[in-house]
């Protein structure tokens, strides 16, 4: 089943999103959109499965396995939902229905999308399960799965309806390499096997290894496009050339760009900190003293911990033995943490800008300080007018960083920060981050799965979860 999209345009009151987007997904294909936070990749795969927000206008046309649809007419797209075109969620473990046992989650589909019985429904089910190495997982609830595994679950669960075509959506955001390639080999599979494949990436490595066509997109608009060995290794767009140039590999190093290589005072000690979850012991003998003004990385594989160590270190939880020293006489609320998962932190239904002013309220800074700091990372003011899912993701996370930074934190737990960024934006978010906590002599824990991000970008690095198996 081939999936077009021809001369597609979405607008909002007074401005163009997405220009003249046309693009062909054929069986045994993948097409990657890689492109600039906020130029429109998401409003593309809104716009196959419909689900366009109403306040915009959309217009062009939509074709699968032959029928075609005006693209306005977004209600024509519902039949297509988990039969024709299927959409990886974005958090799985966030979609997934947390009453039901997995093998449920997926027998769902195939009962009430492919009209299955009961019984060949769960028997198909148990096979999809197993062809995932999830044969374990079957009657676990989803807080019983690991992310990994919460992943492959979604996977299965969002094609058991038996579509050929996949959306993608980041499905890799903020995954370390093992978990990611799994996710690939995950994505791959349904190619090879006859599906079509649209997958939204920042990530260059992902765009490698799926291979296919790229369309690389800037302000609404497709830049660039042709077949991944060429665009990838050689790019004729500028944007497109320092879009790859900018992958963290080609950072320079923390030590060549520091300014103020001094460190400063301590402002959180934790010493002998061992910590524990469900029983297990997740890391032990833990010394960590942070410096203001120093960045220090936090890296080791899912689940070792490192969220949990940013819990304990802000007083969230207790360790299971340990001490950790918050330096005297500062007001808990400049320890701050920055979420992994922006859209999480907002209230959906006010204004970006009503949150920020109760931020600076709260914080008793001026609203003109949360002002800079948007401009310094080069969000659009225009968007503080709009509620969190009428923004980008990308948008929605260096709007959370602004409102973390105007708190004037001494000590900061940054969760992947700029998961949600595409290079070239990570590298200047990255850049602003580090002037800015260096000002304001705010000691930094940087959370990431990427170690090279981590090795250019920090003063020193630890890694957790070494004596797990
Ligand atoms: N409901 C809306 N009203 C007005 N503007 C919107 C709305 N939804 C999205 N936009 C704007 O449209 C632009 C494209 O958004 P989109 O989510 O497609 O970006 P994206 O390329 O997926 O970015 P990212 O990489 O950050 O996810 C953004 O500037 C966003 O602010
Ligand atoms: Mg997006």
Same mark, same amino acid.
Not at 90 to 100: G, I, K, N, R, Y
Not at 353 to 364: D, F, I, N, V
Not at 380 to 384: E, F, G, H, K, R
């Given at each position: 089943m081939t999936l077009t999209i021809e001369n597609l345009r979405?607008?909002?009151?007074?401005?163009?999103?997405v220009r003249d987007v046309s693009l062909t997904l054929e069986p045994y294909r993948t097409v990657t959109i890689l492109g600039e936070t906020g130029s429109g990749k998401t409003l593309v795969a809104e716009a196959a499965m419909g689900t366009v927000a109403p306040e915009l206008a959309v217009s062009g046309r939509i074709a699968d396995g032959g029928e075609i649809s005006d693209a306005a007419d977004q209600g024509a797209r519902r039949g297509a939902w988990g039969r024709r075109i299927a959409m990886l969620p974005? !958090?799985?473990?966030?979609?997934?229905?947390?009453?039901?046992r997995s093998l449920a989650q997926v027998a769902e589909g195939h009962r009430f999308v492919r009209g299955l019985g009961p019984g060949p429904a769960r028997r198909q089910a148990r096979a999809d399960l197993a062809s995932l190495n999830l044969a374990a997982g079957d009657d676990r609830y989803p807080h019983q799965l690991s992310?990994?595994?919460?992943?492959?679950?979604?996977?299965?669960?969002?094609?058991?309806?038996?579509?050929?075509i996949t959306l993608a959506d980041e499905p890799t955001k903020g995954l370390d390499a093992t978990m990611r390639d799994a996710v690939v080999a995950l994505l791959r599979k349904a190619v090879e096997e006859g599906g079509s494949l649209l997958c939204i990436t920042h990530d260059i490595a992902v765009a490698k290894a799926?291979?296919? !066509?790229?369309?690389?997109?800037?302000?609404?608009?497709?830049?660039?496009?042709?077949?991944a060995d060429t665009v990838l290794v050689a790019p004729s767009h500028p944007y497109t050339r320092r879009l790859v140039a900018a992958a963290p590999e080609n950072w320079p190093t923390a030590t060549a760009t520091a300014t103020a290589s001094v460190p400063g005072?301590?402002?959180? !000690?934790?010493?002998?900190?061992a910590v524990s979850r469900n029983?297990?012991?997740?890391?032990?003998?833990?010394?960590?003293?942070?410096?203001?003004? !120093?960045?220090?990385?936090?890296?080791?594989?899912?689940?070792?911990g490192k969220t949990t160590l940013g819990n304990v270190l802000l007083g969230l939880m207790p360790p299971a033995s340990g001490r950790v020293r918050r330096r005297a006489g500062v007001a808990s609320t400049r320890f701050q943490k920055l979420y992994q998962d922006p859209v999480a932190t907002f209230s959906r239904h006010v204004s970006l800008?009503?949150?920020?002013?109760?931020?600076?309220?709260?914080?008793?800074v001026s609203f003109d300080d949360v002002m800079t700091l948007l401009e310094r990372l080069r969000v659009?003011?225009?968007?503080?007018d709009r509620r969190p899912d009428q923004v980008s993701g990308g948008e929605l996370q260096r709007v959370s960083l602004a409102r973390v930074l105007v708190a004037k934190p001494i000590f900061l737990f940054a969760d992947e920060p700029t998961s949600r960024l595409d290079p070239i934006t990570q590298q200047e978010t990255m850049d602003v981050m580090r002037e800015v906590t260096r000002e304001r002599g705010c000691g930094t824990l940087l959370v990431t799965h990427d170690r090279t991000m981590a090795e250019r970008i920090t003063e020193r690095r630890i890694t957790l979860g070494s004596d797990l198996a």
């Open positions: 979405i607008a909002a009151a007074g401005a163009v999103l974005q !958090e799985p473990w966030v979609s997934l229905d947390p009453t039901m992310g990994g595994m919460a992943q492959r679950v979604a996977f299965a669960s969002a094609r058991a309806g038996g579509a050929p799926l291979g296919g !066509e790229i369309i690389v997109m800037l302000k609404g608009e497709i830049v660039e496009r042709g077949d005072d301590v402002v959180l !000690e934790g010493t002998e900190l029983g297990r012991r997740l890391f032990s003998d833990l010394d960590l003293a942070v410096r203001a003004g !120093e960045w220090i990385g936090v890296t080791g594989p899912s689940g070792c800008r009503t949150a920020l002013a109760e931020t600076t309220a709260r914080h008793r659009p003011v225009a968007l503080l």
